[in-house]
Every structure is written in C-alpha cells, then in structure tokens.
C-alpha cells in the first residue's frame, strides 16, 4: 500500500492548493487584458487591503483578540517606507523594514493592552490608535497634518505597483494558512475558546498573543508600505484614521473571522462597494460600515464563508434526506 493509499491527507493536499493557485495565476493575467487605470487601481487597493486584514485575522480571528488599533501599523508602514524611499533606500527592501517598524510597536502596544481582555483591551486599541494619530499629525520631521510627500526619481508603472500588491496578498495567505496548521495556530484557537483552559494546558496566552500581535502588525505594515509608494502622499489622517482600523477589521467580518478565506473574500465584495460608498456618501460611509458590521454579526456571525458553509450543509442534510427510504 503506497502512502498516499494509507494517508488520503497526503494525496488529497495537492489538489487543495490547487484552486489558490488558479486564482493566483488568473490574477496575474488579468493585465493582459488590458484593464483600465482605475479598474488596476482598485485591484491594487484591494490586494494591500486584504494583505493587511489577514494579518489582522491572525490576531482578531485565530487568537479572538479584537483589536480597532490596526491603523498604527499600517501608518507606521507606511511612513517608514515613505522616508525610507526619500532617503535613497530601494522601495523593496522599506517593505520588509516597515513591517519589522510594525512589528515593533506591536510590542510596544501588546505588552500593556494583553493585560486586558474582551471590550476593554478593544478599547485600549482605539485609545493608542488615535493618540498615534494626534503625535504624528504635530511631528514635524513627516510634515505634521500637511502630509508628506514621496519623490522617486523613476517613472510611475501602475502594472508593478499591482504585481507588488498582489504577491503582497499571496504572500499573507500562505502565512495564513502556516499559522493555522502548525501547533502555534492551534495555540492560539485555544486562546480564542477559553484563555483560562489553554494556559492550563500548556499554552502561554500572553507570549501568544504578543507573536500573533507581531506577525500580524509585520504584515499590515508592510501592506502600509505598499500603498505609501503607489500613493507617493500620505498624512496622518489617511493612513491613521479610524476609518483606517475599521476598513481593516471590516473584511474579515464580511468574509469570514477565523477563516483562511474570509478576508480574501471580504476584500473582494469591499474593494467594489468602498469607492462607491466614499463617492455617494461621503459623510456616512463609516455610519454604513458600522451597519453591515451590525447586521452581519446579528443574521450570519461567519461571514460569507460561514453562509456558503451553511448552506452546503443544507443542500447535504437534504440530498441525503432524498436518499433515505419512504
């Protein structure tokens, strides 16, 4: 008997990775095409945006650990790619040194706020967020409110902008699905269920979390990083916003939290409704984000992934219902 015979795991492993790497391909032809700037731009806006909300997933989803404080990751990326490529560094190498900035301050924020648990660390990330704000909006050096502005000295190419974006998600995903395999992932689902029962088997929450915090902010950051340059001007209220933090928790609500595809998902249906909504209304978009988070939690809590799952599982209780006897 071969081991693919005595494990169906292994054989059927393969055939697991291949539709992601349909998708990955078919995403990379897109540009042939011949897409319009704007139709490249929101692909590009909605790969940075589901980079950075996978990230948020390990943390929000895996760990349970809700946190509104994403944005001060995703600026400080953001910022540190942005100086970075104004002081003569290669933009790819301020990607990996914007998300190492992230991960950082993910320390700095995660030692005191892990103290916390439920709505009061939630709140704590809100508190750190917008006083992020309010010192980057007076620093100086970055051009206080008025914003700071990119010079690179190379022509603007939208297509490797977009291909940057893109490896940017595939990259989160595939870090996505290592976590929650691996023995850490299945630390931090015991986390999510009952911290209490986890330390008691074995599981430190706190340095747990304090990992899952880093990973996360490392790829959010970099995510930061990523649009400051396409963007070539960012201020602290475009990238440090609240609107920022709540755009990056919002995919994985839509698509599906503690799941591999749900921010994929969720950045999908976002990346199309989001311009429209800033567009048509510009001074309640965030009063119809925080809707659809209400009527999601309420009708389906697992998102789009958990109404497909659900409705597979009817379609299956009545196929095999079909079969039984009369």
């Given at each position: 008997?071969?081991?693919?015979?005595?494990?169906?795991?292994?054989?059927?492993?393969?055939?697991?990775?291949?539709?992601?790497?349909?998708?990955?391909?078919?995403?990379?032809?897109l540009p042939l095409l011949n897409l319009?700037?704007?139709?490249?731009?929101?692909?590009?806006?909605?790969?940075?945006?589901?980079?950075?909300?996978?990230?948020?997933?390990?943390?929000?989803?895996?760990?349970?650990q809700v946190s509104f404080g994403f944005a001060v990751f995703y600026g400080l990326g953001a910022y540190t790619t942005a100086v970075g490529i104004n002081e003569g560094l290669n933009p790819y190498l301020t990607y990996p040194l914007a998300g190492a900035v992230a991960a950082l301050a993910s320390l700095l924020v995660g030692?005191?706020?892990?103290?916390?648990?439920?709505?009061y660390f939630a709140i704590a990330t809100i508190g750190v967020s917008e006083a992020?704000?309010?010192?980057?909006?007076?620093?100086?050096?970055?051009?206080?409110?008025?914003?700071?502005?990119?010079t690179e000295h190379v022509p603007f190419r939208q297509l490797e902008h977009y291909f940057t974006g893109l490896m940017l998600a595939a990259l989160a995903v595939g870090l996505s699905i290592i976590v929650r395999r691996s023995r850490f992932g299945l630390g931090l689902r015991a986390i999510r269920d009952d911290q209490d029962a986890a330390a008691d088997s074995g599981v430190n929450p706190f340095a747990s979390k304090?990992?899952?915090?880093?990973?996360?902010?490392?790829?959010?950051?970099?995510?930061g990083g990523v649009y400051a340059r396409y963007a070539a001007f960012i201020d602290p209220e475009g990238?440090?916003?609240?609107?920022?933090?709540?755009?990056?928790?919002?995919?994985?609500?839509?698509?599906?939290?503690?799941?591999?595809?749900?921010?994929?998902?969720?950045?999908?249906?976002?990346?199309?409704?989001?311009?429209?909504?800033?567009?048509?209304f510009p001074q309640v978009h965030l009063l119809l984000y925080g809707i659809l988070v209400m009527l999601i939690i309420l009708f389906e809590p697992g998102g789009i992934v958990g109404l497909f799952q659900r409705t597979r599982r009817f379609l299956l209780r009545r196929r095999f219902a079909s079969w039984q006897p009369s």
């Open positions: 008997m071969s081991a693919a015979e005595r494990s169906p795991g292994l054989a059927a492993r393969p055939l697991a990775v291949l539709p992601p790497l349909v998708l990955l391909g078919l995403l990379a032809a319009g700037a704007n139709s490249v731009k929101v692909l590009f806006l909605t790969f940075v945006s589901i980079a950075a909300s996978v990230g948020w997933n390990i943390l929000g989803g895996f760990a349970g030692l005191p706020t892990f103290r916390l648990r439920g709505p992020t704000r309010v010192v980057m909006t007076n620093l100086e050096f970055t051009g206080g409110a008025s914003g700071y502005r990119i304090l990992a899952a915090h880093a990973i996360a902010a490392a790829l959010t950051g970099a995510a990238v440090f916003g609240f609107q920022r933090g709540v755009g990056i928790l919002l995919l994985p609500v839509i698509g599906g939290v503690n799941t591999i595809w749900g921010p994929v998902i969720g950045g999908g249906v976002y990346g199309v409704i989001e311009e429209e909504l800033v567009a048509r």
